[in-house]
C-alpha cells in the first residue's frame, strides 16, 4: 500500500489484464459480527483484509470471541450470545459497517446481562449520524447515553445494570438516511426472540435496500429466517438463535469491481479487463452497476465469479439515472461522466452527504478541478465533461473512494477534449486502505501509460556522494519505483566472481550482464532470489564494478535493463549516466557533488559503523583513482548533464538534501496545490 502524502498518477492510456478482488467490505464486517453473537466457530475465507475489517476484529477480540489466523481462512469463536466482557471502550475509527451494528448488538446484550461500552471514532464518525438507530434501541428501553454531540458519536452503550426491554410494540425506525440503522437492528434483534417474536417497522423510503438484500440473505447463512413485507416491515420469529454455517465464503467487493469495469470500458481497447472474485451471480446490489456501465457503452461478459469487460461504445454515452441501488458505485459513474458525449445525472443519491465524507460536495469540487462542469443538488449530481482537461490535485477527504474514483480521471488522453495527456495527484493515497490496501498497485499492473509520461528523476554523481541515498529517499517519499544502477554493476562483477569470468572479458561479462536476474524490495537487492546486499557494499566490490564498467559492451547490455525500470508509476534512478546516457529525457536530473576527502570522510564513517578500519588518505586516493576512471572513459563519461541542476552536499545532510530535490520536482510540476 502507498504511504506516500500524494501520489501522482501519470496520463494513461490502455488497460488490461486480470484483478483478483479484495472481500467486500459489507459482507466482511456483517459475517465477522454474525459469527460473533454466535455459538460455536466459524470457518470464514477471502475475508477483506482492511482498515474497516481490521476494526472490527479488534472489537470482537476486546469483546472475548476467539480469533485464529489460518492462512487465508479465520477462524471465529462465538461468545453464543453471552458477554464474556462486561465493560470495554471500543475505537472503529471511520467504519460505519462496525460502528452502526456493534452499537445496537452491544445496546441488546448490556441490558440485558448487564454491560457498559464506549464507542469512539475518528473525528469524521462523529459528524456522521447514528440518531435514528439510537431513538430505536431506545424504544427497546437500552439505556445508550451521548457523549458528544446529541445523533451522532461517541456514545456509551449500557449503564452496567440489567434493564428490562420492550419487544410488545414493533420497534420503529427511518429508512432514508443509512440503511445501516436497519441492517444494525436485524442483526442484533434475534437477541431478543427468546419468548416472543420482535418486529421493525421502517418509516419513509428505505433507501439502498439491496444493502438490506445481504443482510438478510446472511442471516440466513446463520440460522436466522426473517419474515418481511417489502421493505417496510420485518419479523424476527420467536426462538431465533445464531448458528454457525461452520464455513462461509466472502465474495469479492462489488463496489471495488465498479473501478475496473470502468477502467474496462475506458481503456481495454485491445483486451479485456478481467475481474475475478466477483460475478454476474454475486448477492451484492452493487453488482447492477454492470447494468449502468453496459448503458454507458461497455461490453460486458461475465459468469459465477468473473466479469470481463472491454470498451464499446466511444465516447461514453450520458446516463440520467436513480442510483438508490447503487449508491457506492454510483461513484464511479460520475467519473466516467467525464468521458460521456454529453451532461449525466445522478440521482437519488441523498445517503452520499452521510458517508465518509459528503460525497456529493467533494466530488463536484474535485471533478470541476479536472475541468468539468457540475451541477449539484441536495440529492443529485449533474456532471458535464470538460472542455479542456487541467491537471489537478485531487484532495481525497479521508474517503477511499474518492481516491479510487478520481484516478480514472489520469486516463484523460483517451477523451476527445483538448488539453490532453495531463498527470492526476492522489491526495494521501493511504485511505484506500479502508476497503482495498493495494488499489494502487493493481491499477499500475493494468494501466499502460501515455508514450513518455511515466516520470524519471535522474540523480548523477561520483562515488560516494549518497547518490544512493538520496535517490532512496526521494522514492520513498514519492511512491516511485527506484534503480541503483550502481547496484547492476556490482552484481555483474559478484556472478563474475562466482562464475569464474575474468573482468577483462568484455564478451563474457556483456553475456552475464545481459542476464541478471535483479530485484530491488524494501532496501534490499536480489540477485536469483539471493540476498546480496551486504556484498554488494563492500569497498571491494565497488572498486570491481568501476572496472566492470568500462567496457561498452557491458553497459549496452545492461542498458535495456535499466530502461526497463521505468514503471508506474514513475522512477528515480541515480547513477553516473542516468542524466545523460540512459534516460536523456528525464524531467529532474540532479548532479550530486561533494569534494574527494569529504566523500572519503563519509565513507570511512560508514565503514567504520560496520567494524572496518580504514585510512582516511587511502580512501581518499581511491576515490580519485575512481573519478579519473569515470571522468575519462570512452563511453558514458562522468559529467553533469547540461541541464543537471547541481547539488554540492558538502554541508548539507541527508534530509536537507532530500528536500532540495522534492521542492525543485515540486516546481516543475503542473499541480496548483500540493
Known amino acids: 500500500m502507498f504511504t506516500t502524502a500524494f501520489l501522482d498518477v501519470p496520463a494513461l492510456v490502455r488497460a488490461a489484464g486480470t484483478v483478483r478482488l479484495p472481500g467486500s467490505k459489507s459482507i466482511s464486517n456483517r459475517v465477522l459480527l454474525l459469527a460473533g453473537l454466535a455459538q460455536g466457530t466459524t470457518e470464514v475465507h477471502d475475508l477483506l483484509d482492511s482498515d474497516d475489517t481490521r476494526v472490527m476484529l479488534a472489537a470482537l477480540q476486546q469483546l472475548g470471541c476467539g480469533l485464529e489466523q489460518q492462512g487465508r481462512v479465520l477462524r471465529v469463536t462465538g461468545l453464543g450470545g453471552r458477554l464474556q466482557t462486561r465493560e470495554a471502550a471500543l475505537f472503529l475509527g471511520n467504519a460505519g459497517t462496525a460502528m452502526r451494528p456493534l452499537c445496537a448488538a452491544l445496546a441488546v446484550l448490556a441490558s440485558t446481562q448487564g454491560g457498559q461500552f464506549e464507542l469512539s471514532g475518528v473525528p469524521r464518525m462523529h459528524e456522521r449520524p447514528i440518531g435514528d438507530l439510537v431513538e430505536a434501541l431506545r424504544q427497546l428501553g437500552c439505556p445508550v447515553a451521548n457523549l458528544g454531540q446529541p445523533g451522532y458519536p461517541p456514545l456509551r452503550i449500557g449503564d452496567g445494570q440489567v434493564h428490562p426491554l420492550d419487544t410488545t410494540t414493533p420497534i420503529r425506525v427511518r429508512g432514508d438516511v443509512s440503511s445501516q440503522f436497519l441492517t444494525a437492528l436485524l442483526l442484533a434483534l434475534p437477541l431478543l426472540t427468546t419468548n416472543a417474536p420482535v418486529t421493525i417497522e421502517v418509516e419513509g423510503e428505505l433507501i439502498s ?14 440460522g436466522i429466517e426473517v419474515q418481511r413485507q417489502g421493505y417496510e416491515r420485518f419479523v424476527l420469529p420467536q426462538g431465533s438463535a445464531y448458528r454457525t454455517p461452520g464455513s462461509i465464503h466472502v465474495e469479492g467487493d462489488a463496489s471495488s469491481a465498479s473501478y475496473f469495469v470502468a477502467l474496462g470500458a475506458l481503456a481495454g481497447i485491445d483486451s479485456e479487463v478481467r475481474i475475478e472474485g466477483v460475478g454476474l451471480d454475486a448477492i451484492q446490489g452493487d453488482i447492477r452497476f454492470v447494468e449502468a456501465a453496459q448503458a454507458m457503452g461497455a461490453q460486458v461478459r461475465g459468469g459465477p465469479g468473473w466479469l470481463a469487460v472491454r470498451r464499446g461504445a466511444w465516447p461514453l454515452k450520458a446516463l440520467d439515472l436513480d442510483c438508490n441501488h447503487i449508491p457506492d458505485a454510483a461513484m464511479t459513474l460520475a467519473v466516467m461522466a467525464l468521458f460521456a458525449d454529453g451532461p449525466t445525472r445522478l440521482r437519488n443519491i441523498a445517503s452520499w452527504r452521510v458517508k465518509e465524507t459528503d460525497r456529493i460536495a467533494a466530488m463536484a469540487c474535485e471533478l470541476r478541478k479536472v475541468g468539468a462542469s457540475i451541477e449539484e443538488g441536495a440529492d443529485y449530481i449533474v456532471v458535464t465533461p470538460p472542455q479542456r482537461w487541467q491537471a489537478a490535485s485531487i484532495h481525497t477527504y479521508d ?13 484523460n488522453p483517451l477523451s476527445d477534449a483538448p488539453g490532453r495527456g495531463v498527470p492526476v495527484r492522489i ?26 509520461a511515466v516520470p524519471v528523476i535522474a540523480v548523477d554523481g561520483p562515488t560516494a556522494s549518497g547518490k544512493g541515498t538520496l535517490a532512496a529517499q526521494v522514492a520513498q517519499r514519492l511512491g516511485y519505483h527506484l534503480l541503483d544502477s550502481g547496484a547492476l554493476y556490482r552484481a555483474t562483477a559478484l556472478a563474475a566472481q562466482e562464475a569464474g569470468v575474468s573482468l577483462d572479458d568484455e564478451a563474457g561479462l556483456a553475456t552475464l550482464a545481459a542476464g541478471l536476474d535483479l530485484r530491488f524490495a524494501d532496501h534490499r537487492v536480489f540477485l536469483g532470489g539471493r540476498d546480496i546486499t551486504d556484498p554488494l557494499r563492500l569497498e571491494a566490490t565497488g572498486g570491481l564494478a568501476s572496472r566492470v564498467s568500462v567496457h561498452p559492451a557491458v553497459r ?88 543537471a541542476l547541481l547539488l554540492d552536499n558538502s554541508e548539507l545532510g541527508i534530509e ?18 500540493v
Open 209 to 222: 435496500k439491496p444493502y438490506i438484500d445481504i443482510t438478510l440473505g446472511l442471516l440466513a447463512r446463520f
Open 399 to 411: 474517503d477511499h473512494r474518492m481516491a479510487m474514483c478520481l484516478s480514472l480521471a489520469a486516463f
Open 427 to 452: 491526495e494521501d493515497p493511504r485511505c484506500v486502505g479502508k476497503t482495498f490496501p493495494d488499489y494502487f498497485e493493481t491499477l499500475f499492473e493494468l494501466a499502460e501509460a501515455a508514450a513518455g
Open 556 to 643: 549496452q547490455a545492461l542498458h535495456a535493463l535499466q530502461l526497463g525500470f521505468r514503471r508506474l508509476p514513475g522512477l528515480v534512478a541515480d547513477g553516473r549516466d542516468m542524466g545523460t546516457v540512459i534516460f536523456p529525457e528525464a524531467e529532474l536530473k540532479v548532479y550530486l557533488t561533494a569534494t574527494a576527502r569529504q566523500r572519503a570522510e563519509r565513507r570511512q564513517r560508514q565503514l567504520a559503523e560496520r567494524g572496518v578500519c580504514a585510512k582516511l588518505d587511502e580512501l581518499c586516493a581511491d576515490l580519485e583513482q575512481r573519478d579519473r576512471r569515470d571522468q575519462t572513459r570512452a563511453v558514458a563519461p562522468l559529467k553533469p548533464a547540461e541541464d
Open 656 to 673: 536537507e538534501s532530500v528536500q532540495r530535490v522534492l521542492g525543485w520536482w515540486q516546481q516543475g510540476r503542473p499541480f496548483q496545490r
